[in-house]
C-alpha cells in the first residue's frame, strides 16, 4: 500500500526556515519522482519543486528559487523539503505526491498523495 506522511510545518516568522519531511511507503524513492505542492487559502494547488528519478531538482514556482531545496534519503524513505527565507507568501498546506515516472506533472497527473502539513509564515 503506497502513502505519503508529510511533516514538519508550523509557524515560523518571515526570514525564518522550515525543513518538511514527506515519509514513503510501498514503493522505493528510486522508481517515483516526487514533488512538493502547496496550495494557500482560496488558491488552487500549485508546484513548488519535483525531484525526477535520477535525482534532478526541477523548479515548479519561480518564487522559490534560490530559497527552497529538495533532497532524498533512500535509507530512511523520506524526501525533504527544506526551506529558507520563508516568506509570508509561502504560508499554505503543503503537499508532497509520487509519480510513476521519471519526471512530475501537474496536480492532476500525480498518482499518490500525502494529507499535507500546514506552514504559516507570520510575525
Known amino acids: 500500500q503506497v502513502q505519503l506522511v508529510e511533516s514538519g510545518g508550523g509557524l515560523v516568522q518571515p526570514g525564518g526556515s522550515l525543513r518538511l519531511s514527506c515519509l514513503v511507503s510501498?514503493?522505493?524513492?528510486?522508481?517515483?519522482?516526487i514533488g512538493w505542492f502547496r496550495q494557500a487559502p482560496g488558491n488552487e494547488r500549485e508546484g513548488v519543486l519535483c525531484?525526477?528519478?535520477?535525482?534532478?531538482?526541477?523548479y515548479l514556482a519561480d518564487s522559490v528559487k534560490g530559497r527552497f531545496t529538495v533532497s532524498r534519503d533512500f535509507a530512511k524513505n523520506t524526501v525533504y523539503l527544506q526551506m529558507n527565507s520563508l516568506k509570508p507568501e509561502d504560508t499554505g498546506v503543503y503537499y508532497c505526491?509520487?509519480?510513476?515516472?521519471?519526471?512530475?506533472?501537474?496536480?492532476?497527473?500525480?498518482?499518490?498523495w500525502g494529507k499535507g502539513t500546514l506552514v504559516t509564515v507570520s510575525s
Open positions: 525531484i525526477s528519478r535520477s535525482d534532478s531538482t526541477t
Open positions: 510501498g514503493f522505493t524513492l528510486d522508481r517515483y519522482a
Open positions: 505526491a509520487a509519480r510513476g515516472s521519471r519526471y512530475c506533472s501537474g496536480p492532476r497527473d500525480m498518482d499518490y
